[in-house]
């Protein structure tokens, strides 16, 4: 089993910056790809962005040149940076990661851009 913690999320302007944080913990080891996704009222779960364990990325064609993501093998975390952010980025961003056998997801963290 593998437990996903988010945080990070908040309010901030539009052009603003925030960064989110995902812990992951019990079997990490299991993990292939972890990533972020979002969803806002009304609307499907939509892809963010997912990193492999050997640092391969993918972004959703929204957050290209402006989202970040990275992550930190040695304490388990992944981090998106969030820059020039637009109203249109308001959502709950979920952290999930995704083994041979399982999807896991975290509870979720609010971010609001206000315009």
């Known amino acids: 089993q593998v437990q996903l913690v988010e945080s990070g999320g908040g309010l901030v302007q539009a052009g603003g910056s925030l960064r989110l944080s995902c812990v992951a913990s019990g079997s990490t080891f299991s993990i292939n790809y972890i990533g972020w996704y979002r969803q806002a009222p009304g609307n499907q779960r939509e892809l963010v962005a997912t990193?492999?364990?050997?640092?391969?990325?993918n972004y959703g064609d929204s957050v290209k040149g402006r989202f970040t993501i990275s992550r930190d093998n040695v304490v388990n975390i992944v981090y998106l940076q969030m820059n020039n952010l637009k109203p249109e980025d308001s959502a709950v961003y979920y952290c999930?990661?995704?083994?041979?056998?399982?999807?896991?997801w975290g509870q979720g963290t609010q971010v609001t851009v206000s315009s």
């Open positions: 990193i492999s364990g050997g640092g391969s990325t």
């Open positions: 999930n990661a995704v083994s041979l056998t399982q999807d896991y």
